[in-house]
C-alpha cells in the first residue's frame, strides 16, 4: 500500500467475493472467484471487502495513486 491500480491477493483460502467502496460507502466494483483486479481510475482511499469461501469477512483499506 499504495498502489498503482493493480491489485493481486495472496491467500491461503479460496476468495469467493472482491468489494471495492469509496469513503461514502458506494460499491464500485464486484469480482467473483478473482484474485487478481484492477482499482477505479481515480486516485483516493478505497476499501477492500474480501470474503472466503469459509465465510470470514476481511476488510482493507488501499490507497491508489
Known sequence: NP???RLTIYAEQQISLVEITDLSGR???????QTSFS???????YFLT???SNGQVVVH???KN
Open 50 to 52: 474480501v470474503t472466503f
Open 3 to 5: 498502489s498503482q491500480g
Open 27 to 33: 460499491t464500485l466494483a464486484v469480482y467473483e472467484n
Open 61 to 63: 483499506k488501499v490507497l
Open 39 to 45: 482499482l477505479p481510475q481515480a486516485n483516493g482511499l
